[in-house]
Nanobody, 126 residues
């Protein structure tokens, strides 16, 4: 059974940084793309970033381009989201997610992700 556990959220002032981590277990991590999504109160869950199984391809939503970096450590079964220059509008619950199929790049398409973590809260104060 695939399990995803996020960590690293918290309260930070605008302009600050946080690094989120997602630990995966239950299958061969290095064969699967991974994604980060977020959901703010009263809003739909939205794509933030995705990374291919090798780490060779990454994609970001425009609003975080140049501020956030997704990376992965296949030896440690972990994917990270480094968030710099945080803004109050980045406040949300952040989720990591994984697709069902291996060697399949899911990119920004939420419906293609079937495994989800429990989420970690990120709050950015102004």
């Amino acid at each position: 059974q695939v399990q995803l556990v996020e960590s690293g959220g918290g309260l930070v002032q605008a302009g600050g940084s946080l690094r989120l981590s997602c630990a995966a277990s239950g299958r061969t991590f290095s064969s699967y793309a991974m994604g980060w999504f977020r959901q703010a109160p009263g809003k739909e869950r939205e794509f933030v970033a995705a990374i291919s199984w090798s780490g060779g391809r990454t994609d970001y939503v425009d609003s975080v381009m140049g501020r956030f970096t997704i990376s992965r450590d296949n030896a440690k079964n972990t994917v990270h989201l480094q968030m710099n220059s945080l803004k109050p509008e980045d406040t949300a619950v952040y989720y990591c997610a994984a697709p069902r199929n291996s060697y399949y790049y899911t990119g920004s398409t939420l419906s293609k992700y079937v495994y989800w973590g429990q989420g970690t809260q990120v709050t950015v104060s102004s």
